[in-house]
């Protein structure tokens, strides 16, 4: 077993019947999917991961570095459909990270945004329902959805109202997914992740957490910006989402239905600087809002994750502080690998 | 003024208005999209109205008939984004009413649904905001996007949750034009309309609403079937849909914002049904739900129009006897043109 794989968690959600298990990860060299091919790839899965290694996007070869021989990675995007007819072929299950989830970018070319997050969901769908019914689907949706919320913390019942392009594209795509189970009895799943962080996430830039700009920075030694600093937020560290994934995948009862995941605790934005600088070294300086990013900012958010803990057994094991210590570890080691 | 222009209703919202205003309808061929054209054409406004006359949707050139002279029809497609741009030009009214409304035809092919009800939409919104920032756009929505009613009536308050991938695609289509008001400040505004019926519907077939099939039933002379009978239902005759579409052009304070519309009362459809041999003669056999319209069926609905009514004014002016008596009496004198 490879150093990587030896630092994996430890086991749980009966590890055991993921033995050869047929899995496709679509978006699997990036972030969250990367480190669930991982996970699996340990745990002896058949795993393939498929990736579009869009440069905008999370895709990363070195991803997956070290354990290049236990899962195999086919370089192909959602949106072709005939790629992606063969690739699903009878994978048992199928976890669908692939997405754009640029909030920014979803502006400036929402049309991109449609195709990846809408028609490419859809065609997927429409792929199982006539070549893999039998197939297990758990597709990540984002808190980005619930737009500003309206009271907090955000439950599955609370209305969607999202600020931008992508969350309307979002809400369609987990929609396809629930539509599919009820009508054509489709064995698919929602997850609706939050900010998501850890080893192997997009430092470059702000496209997947501004956490990423920030760590990059703390790393090349720079003071970071807090835009405002007093909103509150709650933060996954990746090896918890991927339990939660994996809870997902093992669940028949959840099929159907669509859950919130949360982390730790709530923390305002200077909290989690201050806990960053804290673990790094460094420091930041609080900045106002910019206009821009002001018209689709949504306040303080945090979700209720209750009735995913109550159906899993879910919590999560990281917290911030060591979520954050490990993620810095693996950036001072690998800075020049997600540049 | 022709003989068909002479029979429209008599004037309210400041008919005066509308003379020279130049308005673009989308799906201004179909059922509501020719009676708004007709309407205003009347009131001297400059209308043009594009559709697709793809055949399984509403359009039809004989629903201009009698006022081609008034009006400008272009043929086109608005999954076509460079005629559009051309057409959309300097309009200062959109009526948006051009849409994939067949919740079957969705499930079969629901890619085309995609193409019509999303990404055609959010093309006519950028279309707008880069070339024709100040153009108002009234979008024509439906209360398909509510699904199953957890209460009744619906109000716009009741969770969205669609029965059908024309649902999931309508609620993206309303949702990019709120959007693009809050975000660009775009002059767009939502109507969700329930069972509208009347003249210049399409009755080959159940794509607009089983209403077409059970008219053309009793003007050729065969009973109709009803599935089901005890469900409830609203209805809108089409001059009073048409009235609310223009009251919504005409206030401002109705951007950003999307509303119910209902009708006279709340009936069965086996009550409908007596209602329409009552008017036409004929007669109807009830039957047990055919199983694939099951799986979509949503049960009784009936919504609350009580905001839409408050801010606008709205009343409905024809009752369901009234309307259906001036239905049958268009179809008895106009049938060929309709099959």
Redesign the interface.
């Known amino acids: 077993m490879s150093d990587a794989l030896s630092k994996a968690p430890q086991p749980r959600h009966h590890d055991a019947l993921w033995q050869n298990r047929r899995v496709l990860i679509t978006g699997g060299l990036g972030f969250i999917g990367s480190t669930l091919a991982r996970r699996l790839a340990g745990l002896g899965a058949d795993v393939l991961v498929v990736d579009s290694m869009v440069p905008e996007y999370g895709g990363n070869l070195f991803n997956l570095d070290g354990c290049e021989g236990q899962v195999r990675t086919n370089i192909s995007d959602i949106r072709d459909p005939y790629s992606m007819r063969h690739l699903v072929g009878d994978r048992e299950l199928v976890f669908n990270l692939a997405g754009q989830t640029s909030h920014l970018d979803s502006?400036h070319d929402?049309?991109t945004d449609?195709a990846i997050n809408?028609?490419a969901q859809?065609?997927l769908l429409?792929i199982c329902r006539k070549h893999n019914p039998a197939a297990k689907i758990v597709f990540a949706s984002t808190r980005q959805i619930y737009g500003r919320p309206q009271y907090l913390p955000v439950d599955e019942?609370h209305?969607?109202n999202?600020?931008?392009?992508n969350g309307?594209?979002k809400?369609?795509g987990e929609?396809?997914h629930m539509?599919y189970n009820?009508?054509y009895g489709l064995r698919s799943t929602v997850l609706r992740l939050t900010n998501t962080y850890g080893p192997r996430m997009r430092i470059k830039d702000a496209r997947q957490t501004f956490l990423g700009v920030w760590l990059r920075a703390v790393i090349e030694g720079r003071p970071f910006e807090v835009w405002g600093g007093e909103q509150l937020r709650d933060f996954t560290y990746v090896d918890d989402a991927v339990d939660a994934l994996m809870l997902m995948a093992g669940n028949d009862a959840l099929d159907g239905k669509a859950f919130n995941l949360g982390g730790d605790g709530i923390v305002s934005l200077r909290e989690t600087a201050e806990t960053l600088v804290k673990v790094s070294g460094g420091s930041f300086a609080i900045r106002e809002f910019p206009a821009e990013r002001k018209?689709?900012d949504i306040g303080d958010y945090y979700g209720d994750d209750g009735a995913f803990r109550a159906v899993s057994g879910w919590t999560p094991r990281v917290s911030l502080e060591e979520g954050l210590r490990r993620t810095v570890a693996f950036y001072r080691q690998h800075l020049d690998r997600y540049l």
Do not use: G, K
Request: charged fraction near 15%.
């Open positions: 502006m929402p049309f449609l809408c028609t859809l065609s429409e019942r209305p969607l999202p600020v931008d392009v309307i594209n809400i369609a929609s396809y539509l009820q009508v018209r689709i």
